[in-house]
């Protein structure tokens, strides 16, 4: 077996398993892979974040049928072979971080994740339903939002696959994960300060999950995201207008 990966230069490049599990990470103890339809989507993928913020190589499988041979495999010289999607990251915590550049370097002057739980509750409450829960996520460095299985569920690959074999296009509920460092967490915050029942913060919370849905694959109609998004655009260039 072969298959791309996020060290190799281009989706030309195939691995191993041995040449991988001879290259591990100091402390690390799992194969990871991630399904995606390209290379380019999976670099883009926000459940891969902190993979790369640990410089961590992932497996990319782009056909559906690699994922049900991993799965079937599950080991490899004992290694669990685990989808990205589905990792326990205390499995990663004894893992080194990346430096962070100068640019990347946190900003002293952003709230805390205590300063805004509140927020996650209003979001959790505006949701309703449509989430299992609404959670800080530690593994998103640069999205605002992911939507992840609860523990011991499937990837995302798996149950689009079953989705599709039991003709069931209801869009599964995840719990959705928010970067609190994210400068869209961090305004909305500011307005949730200033009036808890602002319709904006809504707004911004349906957009999100409905962007991470969208990521995942399982938003069935954009009709709905498309007429979000163009109402935050007409606010957002009323604002800039403003100020020219």
């Known amino acids: 077996m072969r298959f791309n990966s996020s060290k190799l230069d ?20 799992e194969i990871y892979y991630f399904s995606a339809p ?23 499988l782009f056909d559906p049928i690699d994922e049900f041979v991993l ?27 990346k430096k962070r550049k100068k640019s990347e370097s946190k900003n002293e002057n952003k709230k805390s994740k205590k300063e805004i739980k509140k927020l996650l509750t209003k979001i959790k409450e505006i949701l309703g339903d449509r989430v299992e829960d ?26 689009k696959i079953f989705n599709m074999m039991n003709e069931n296009k209801k869009a599964p509920v995840k719990v959705l994960e928010l970067n609190a460092d994210h400068s869209i967490l961090q305004n909305l915050a500011t307005v949730f300060e200033k009036d808890e029942k602002d319709e904006f913060i809504e707004k911004t919370a349906v957009q999100l999950l409905e962007g991470a849905l969208l990521l995942d694959g399982y938003l069935q109609d954009p009709h709905e995201l498309v007429n979000h998004m163009q109402e935050m655009l007409a606010t957002a260039t009323e604002l800039y207008a403003q100020k020219k």
Do not use: C, W
């Not at 281009?10 to 103890?29: A, C, F, P, T, V």
């Not at 390209?38 to 990319?60: C, G, N, Q, T």
């Open 10 to 29: 281009d989706e030309k490049g195939l691995i191993s398993l041995e040449e991988y599990s001879g290259r591990m990470e100091e402390n690390q103890k």
């Open 38 to 60: 390209s290379r380019e989507a999976a670099e883009m993928d926000p459940h891969l974040e902190v993979f790369r913020k640990k410089d961590i190589e992932i497996l990319y």
């Open 71 to 97: 799965t079937s495999l599950n080991k490899y010289k004992e290694l669990p072979l685990v989808s990205a999607d589905q990792v326990d990251l205390k499995n990663l915590k004894d893992l080194k971080t």
């Open 134 to 159: 609404v959670r800080f996520s530690e593994r998103l460095t640069s999205s605002p939002a992911v939507l992840v299985s609860k523990d011991g569920g499937m990837s995302a690959q798996m149950e």
